[in-house]
């Protein structure tokens, strides 16, 4: 069974500090993908990133940057200098590889509740 | 490029009324699903399609929700008879095989 958890149920900054979110996953594949979504109150949400489990290599884009851990199952996501537009609910989620027959259903996590304020 | 397409935006229904949601994937999108975001929670899938086969049903409560995708463009989602538990955000979301899922704006549903 596939399982992410995100323990930081709301955090609340000022702007310009840096935040991290955490998040730990659970699974039995040698093989499987990583993602962050970020959902606004308008409520679409949107894809950031998407990580190969075979790819432990950080990724920066901007303000944001992921630190993927394989050893501790975890892909903490860093917002620098945050921005009120950054205020959301984040959501990290698993996928298997399709290879081995998992489709693409991805499991997500509980979300982090992002509040940025001036 | 459009993103996925939704409507409606919000519905408010009674309980043991019927209700239908609809959803227009990105183009070329072979791959639709739909998920149930409950307040809090994050969003869990209740149907994946590849063109117009099912792929995963396995957690959509069949009594009462039904789902069809054909022409393996557009999809519909139907619940009847609502319960209030049926409550939530419904969001469409398509991808390419393998590839990641864009979701669309989802229809918040009201159950009184």
């Known amino acids: 069974a596939q399982k992410v958890t995100q323990a930081q149920t709301e955090i609340s900054v000022v702007e310009k500090e840096d935040v991290t979110l955490d998040c730990v996953y659970e699974?039995?594949?040698?093989?499987?993908?990583l993602f962050w979504y970020k959902q606004p109150p308008s409520g679409e949400l949107v894809f950031l990133i998407r990580?190969?489990?075979?790819?432990?290599q950080n990724e920066i884009s901007g303000r944001y940057s992921w630190n993927f851990q394989k050893s501790t199952s975890s892909f903490n996501f860093t917002i620098t200098a945050s921005q009120v537009v950054d205020s959301a609910v984040y959501f990290c989620?698993?996928?298997?590889?399709?290879?081995?027959?998992?489709?693409?259903?991805?499991?997500f996590g509980t979300g982090t509740q992002l509040k940025v304020e001036l | 490029e459009a993103g996925v397409a939704q409507s409606p935006r919000y519905k408010i229904i009674e309980k043991r009324q019927s209700v239908a949601f609809w959803c227009n994937p990105i183009?070329?999108?072979?791959?639709l699903y739909w998920y149930q975001q409950i307040l809090g929670q994050g969003p869990k899938l209740l149907i994946q399609?590849?063109?117009?086969?099912?792929?995963?049903d396995s957690q959509l409560p069949k009594d009462r929700f039904s789902a069809e995708r054909l022409k393996g463009v557009d999809s519909t989602l139907k619940i009847q008879p609502a319960k209030l538990e049926d409550s939530a955000v419904y969001l469409c979301?398509?991808?390419?095989?393998?590839?990641?899922?864009?979701f669309g704006p989802g229809t918040r549903l009201t159950v009184t």
């Open positions: 979301a398509s991808s390419l095989v393998d590839r990641e899922q864009y």
């Open positions: 699974t039995r594949d040698t093989t499987y993908y």
């Open positions: 990580r190969n489990s075979f790819d432990e």
């Open positions: 989620a698993l996928r298997p590889d399709i290879l081995t027959g998992g489709g693409n259903k991805l499991t």
């Open positions: 183009s070329g999108h072979a791959t």
């Open positions: 399609f590849q063109n117009n086969g099912v792929v995963d």
